[in-house]
């Protein structure tokens, strides 16, 4: 399961390319079930994603990940529906273990920043108090979510 809030950045954090960082492609070849191909790097991944009902300000999701060949990536790629979601995620250490994952889109989304927080649970989630550095909270904003920006190229 993933529980998590997403936030609009204020500002990037100092130093940031110390921070361990790569480049994600992503699609979408469905979004109900959400079924996303991604490369990482070498790595390339296949997600299904399902939305749970949740009474927490968190984004809940089931969430399942399989590993694919470079050549079976490359056939479900040319499947996908909409645009390439192309970005740099850092992962930026916060107090009490928790990690930002720091996107900078590129392409189509070119200047959008968005920070994601990964919780243990739902309690944790709801209790978050984020840095400084992040603003509004849009974790129930469907527009900042990667599959809706696969198929608009504006947020607006």
């Known amino acids: ?3 998590e809030r997403k936030f609009l950045v204020a500002k990037l954090p100092a130093n940031l390319e110390s921070f361990p960082h790569a480049e994600i492609e992503q699609g979408y070849l469905c979004t109900s079930p959400t079924l996303r191909v991604r490369r990482v790097g070498d790595s390339f991944i296949l997600t299904v994603k399902e939305k749970l009902h949740s009474d927490s300000s968190a984004i809940v999701n089931r969430e399942e990940e399989f590993s694919l060949s470079g050549d079976q990536y490359a056939m479900l790629k040319a499947k ?3 645009n390439m979601v192309l970005k740099t995620r850092y992962r ?3 107090d009490g273990g928790l990690t930002a994952e720091l996107d900078i889109f590129h392409g189509t989304h070119d200047g959008l920043r968005l920070v994601e927080v990964e919780f243990p649970d739902q309690a ?3 209790a978050f108090l984020p840095p400084v550095w992040f603003a509004s909270d849009v974790s129930d904003d469907h527009r900042y979510r990667n599959s809706w920006l696969a198929h608009h190229d504006s947020i607006l």
């Open 92 to 94: 930026i250490p916060l």
């Open 124 to 126: 944790s989630a709801d």
């Open 80 to 82: 996908c529906d909409g």
């Open 1 to 3: 399961m993933e529980i």
